[in-house]
């Protein structure tokens, strides 16, 4: 089968494009022709380069990328097209519709709900989806004019989008809010992915604890400096942790807003010496965290897509502590250390816990391996893979 991929941008830090990258070239090594048009290259995959429109007015930017996608799909002889971002989604869908080919649309974030892609006001409260009223007290001056345009022609393709035969998503909390605004056909959730095996057998374990003077013991958080991903609600609970455990470090992986807050703050708790902040780290280098860490943390505050930190963690028999907001919800029944990310207490209690029975940490890493095949890279591709057919075959 001959596909055509459009995301807007090439290969970055990680998360979506790096999940995109690796099931290409899983699509690939079973047979199929894929071809990404993007802004960016993709390494050792046939991309088509496309201008970075992102900011571009709506109908001078899919009037170009509707002609380059009818180009590509001539060119390529496209039997099924698959949009992989909310930039190049709609012109994908009226490309493919000129040529009546099937379309699959990837959704792994809010954009068709929110112009900010999240559903965040700047409180850090939460909307169901973006409103005349949500809009009033989201955005200002200039930025609400433009965060308007935004929204109402969101509100345009919604119908749109709804066309596409199908509408993968990665949990349902995303699936609840298509549905909110009105996309409801043919809506499945595949679970994000990972190449399992990158988080094993990992070398320089000992050379990394070293370089960054961690403890026997270390509780690790993975992500961006974001009130909302939780990094301020683990200082409700570490720094008592850390006080009564004197053999556990804090490794804190990332950078954002909230990294000078951080500082501020373990230097007021007079923890320098147990917690240590690497800063962003490249993609390449995030299992190697995993593999050095014994229990990893995820209180994020927000309703998200889906934390990676589930999937991550699994792969490198990690035990994990994440919070129950957002898509991590769909695995509470499967995962017994998804908790309240307000129950400080609770949290307390499961990391302690850990912390003082290495023989159940090495249990729960063990099982957590076991059951994370399911979000495998083979396992996912195998469910896109059976979601392309079935659109193949109606369409024919």
Avoid at 65 to 91: G, M, N, W
Avoid at 153 to 180: E, F
Avoid at 249 to 266: A, F, Q
Avoid at 362 to 373: D, M, Y
């Amino acid at each position: 089968m001959n596909i055509l991929f459009t995301n807007s941008k090439g290969l970055g830090y990680g998360g979506a494009e790096v999940s995109i990258s690796q099931y290409v070239i899983e699509l690939r090594n079973r047979g199929h022709n894929i071809i990404i048009a993007a802004s960016q290259e993709f390494p050792d995959i046939n991309t088509e380069k496309i201008k970075f429109v992102e900011k571009w007015p709506y109908y001078i930017k899919n009037f170009y990328l509707k002609r380059k996608f009818k180009e590509l799909i001539k060119k390529y002889s496209i039997d099924l097209v698959s949009p992989q971002d909310h930039t190049t989604t709609e012109a994908a869908i009226l490309a493919a519709k000129h040529f009546s080919l099937p379309t699959v649309v990837h959704i792994r974030d809010f954009w068709f709900a929110c112009p900010k892609s999240t559903c965040l006001k700047p409180n850090a409260t939460e909307c169901e989806h973006c409103s005349w009223k949500n809009l009033k007290s989201c955005s200002k001056n200039l930025r609400y004019i433009i965060d308007l345009y935004k929204w109402i022609h969101l509100k345009k393709i919604a119908k749109l989008i709804d066309s596409a035969d199908v509408k993968v998503c990665v949990s349902s909390t995303v699936k609840n809010k298509l549905a909110k605004c009105g996309i409801k056909s043919n809506v499945i959730i595949n679970p994000g992915a990972r190449i399992l095996e990158k988080f094993e057998n990992i070398h320089g374990i000992d050379e990394f604890k070293k370089k960054y003077n961690l403890n026997k013991i270390v509780v690790t958080f993975i992500g961006s400096f974001f009130y909302t991903k939780g990094i301020l609600q683990i200082f409700k609970f570490m720094p008592e942790i850390l006080r009564k455990n004197q053999n556990v470090s804090l490794l804190l992986v990332g950078d954002g807003p909230l990294y000078n807050k951080v500082l501020e703050i373990i230097k007021k708790e007079k923890l320098d010496n147990r917690i240590v902040l690497t800063g962003r780290l490249p993609f390449k280098r995030i299992p190697l965290c995993y593999s050095a860490s014994d229990i990893l943390i995820a209180p994020h505050l927000w309703s998200a897509p889906l934390d990676a930190t589930i999937i991550e963690a699994s792969a490198a028999s990690k035990p994990f502590i994440i919070s129950s907001r957002g898509g991590t919800s769909d695995f509470i029944e499967r995962y017994n250390y998804i908790l309240p990310p307000e129950e400080i207490d609770l949290w307390k209690e499961k990391i302690n816990f850990l912390i003082e029975n290495p023989e159940e940490r090495k249990k729960i890493g063990q099982n957590l391996r076991i059951k994370v095949e399911e979000m495998s890279m083979k396992s996912y591709v195998d469910r896109i893979e059976k979601i392309y057919s079935k659109v193949f075959d109606k369409i024919l």
